[in-house]
């Protein structure tokens, strides 16, 4: 018997038992997701998120923008306390509904689905959080929309998460034409934040935790390793963003899930518009399709 007839005698069971695995692990999570799901559709729930942005909005111009209490955790910049003003006269009840018009604006169908069916979606609409909007311009972003890419990097300066790093780093590297207003941004936003005094309680802020990497909320390994968990989610995280798996890289480099970064995932069902390799000779720089952005409502 040969080493490769040996190997094959091996590989063959695992060939057989796959898909069935496969098909098991997927009904779980969908299981999972049903229950999950309802209890949130049934039970409802104080949207904290959006009352923490009424609070910002609310604290604007204060020195106790910064100050955490209770339910209120507020680490985004201070401009974006600022923009808040102008979205929470919309109400709590319109936020949400913006949510749902932000899925339908999602540029593939089969993640439309996906997104409308999914926790994390509505564990987003019920807390009143702003990662679907994230997710559209993320994933419009990575279909190479110039539209897509302003607001998602304007995200990432504004209402910065780590998750968000791997996607944006990946523009930075495949788009070069967009770090000078990247960086152009930043600075305006962090010049504004040490004009208003408050540089130095949102870079506080940034490296404080809400008790997130122990919370019952927290769906990743982190809520069992600890922040150990980072002494492998950062390598696997370059490396994935490396490959183009952007989607992936986000939730890797995380401190902690909560239920709604799972939609970051959403991405790898979104064909690249940002070309995934450079090869020898001609760029696909040139040749990559440029999307324009069209999103059936208002825009996040």
Avoid: C
């Avoid at 040490?194 to 019952?216: E, H, K, N």
């Avoid at 002494?231 to 952007?246: C, D, Y």
Wanted: hydrophobic share 55%.
């Amino acid at each position: 018997m040969t080493p490769m007839s040996i190997g094959r005698s091996f590989s063959t069971p695992i060939l057989r038992f796959r898909r069935p695995l496969i098909v098991l692990m997927l009904a779980i999570a969908a299981m999972l997701n049903a229950t999950l799901l309802v209890s949130v559709v049934v039970a409802g729930h104080v949207p904290y998120d959006w009352n923490a942005y009424a609070e910002a909005a609310h604290r604007f111009g204060t020195s106790s923008l910064y100050d955490w209490v209770g339910h209120y955790s507020f680490r985004y910049a201070p401009l974006a306390a600022a923009l808040f003003s102008v979205v929470v006269p919309l109400g709590a009840g319109l936020w949400r509904v913006l949510h749902i018009v932000a899925a339908l604006g999602l540029p593939s169908r089969r993640l439309v689905v996906a997104v409308l069916v999914s926790y994390p979606f509505w564990f987003d609409v019920d807390t009143g959080n702003l990662m679907m909007f994230v997710l559209l311009a993320a994933a419009w972003a990575w279909r190479g929309s110039r539209i897509g890419i302003a607001i998602y990097m304007a995200l990432t300066i504004l209402v910065p998460r780590p998750l968000m790093l791997p996607l944006a780093a990946w523009i930075l590297w495949r788009r070069p034409e967009w770090r000078i207003p990247t960086i152009a941004l930043a600075l305006v936003v962090m010049v504004s934040a040490a004009f208003m005094g408050y540089l130095g309680p949102w870079a506080s802020a940034l490296t404080r935790s809400a008790g997130d990497v122990t919370s019952q909320l927290n769906l990743g390994p982190s809520r069992f390793l600890g922040v150990w968990w980072l002494l492998i989610g950062l390598p696997l995280g370059a490396w994935l963003t490396l490959k183009g798996r952007v989607g992936w890289a986000s939730l890797a480099i995380s401190p902690y899930l909560l239920p709604y970064y799972w939609l970051m995932l959403g991405v790898e069902l979104v064909a690249p518009g940002i070309p995934r390799a450079v090869h020898h000779g001609a760029s696909h720089e040139a040749s990559a399709p440029r999307t324009s952005m069209r999103v059936t409502g208002s825009s996040p």
